[in-house]
């Protein structure tokens, strides 16, 4: 074979080997961007699933406010830790917001409730009785959607942390999400139901 034909097709090969390369590296990459849009949007679909339960706490708050309000000698700040987490509107808050908000929610109720055990007269209240009662309802919910958003988050971060997402997320503007976590203490006593004789029944949001 010619000196010219041999040389023009090793380059030849070598044009064919860099594209197959580059291919390869190409389907490697958005295989990469995919899984993580694809777990982005878990995410997301998640915390929708778990924010309906949330705006239906925040929308019960004022209620139980106004209930508790009507008893003169009730300690204020526990009143007041709460109405000053609702000084934004909802629907104009982002996620991490919603989160960090509603996270420090469940702390005041909790507190808010273990007052309340000091009040039989407020315990047997017909609203606040409603309202304990929903407020229970709607802490379950919320704890079984954070037990699946959480999931999500966890799946999402490892592929933005682990090889080779943690190369390619920073690239395409990807960062780990933040889980929604309380502690414990606040997740036993957030929600108490009280019977009509204003009695605890136990029960506490999981």
Excluded at 68 to 78: H, P, Q, T
Excluded at 101 to 117: H, M, Q
Excluded at 126 to 153: P, T
Aim: glycine share 6%; proline share 2%.
């Amino acid at each position: 074979m010619p000196h010219g034909q041999r040389q023009e097709g090793e380059t030849m090969n070598g044009l064919v080997i860099l594209i197959v390369v580059l291919l390869v590296i190409f389907i490697f990459v958005m295989g990469t961007y995919n899984r993580l849009v694809s777990c982005s949007n878990r995410v997301k679909e998640a915390f929708a699933t778990m924010d309906v339960y949330l705006k239906k706490r925040w929308d019960l708050i004022p209620n139980l406010v106004n209930t508790v309000r009507g008893y003169a000698d009730f300690e204020k700040s526990a009143l007041t830790e709460i109405t000053g987490l609702r000084t934004k509107n909802y629907s104009d808050m982002s996620s991490a917001e919603k989160t960090e908000s509603n996270e420090k929610l469940t702390a005041g109720l909790a507190r808010l409730f273990a007052v309340a055990e000091a009040y039989p007269e407020l315990k047997a209240n017909a609203s606040f009785l409603d309202l304990s009662s929903k407020l229970d309802k709607i802490e379950e919910d919320i704890a079984n959607a954070r037990k699946y958003y959480n999931a999500e988050v966890r799946n999402y971060n490892d592929q933005v942390q682990m090889f080779p997402g943690n190369i390619f997320a920073p690239m395409f503007g990807f960062s780990a999400e933040k889980m929604f976590e309380t502690a414990a203490e606040e997740r036993e006593n957030v929600s108490v139901s009280f019977d009509a004789e204003g009695k605890s029944d136990g029960k506490s949001a999981k």
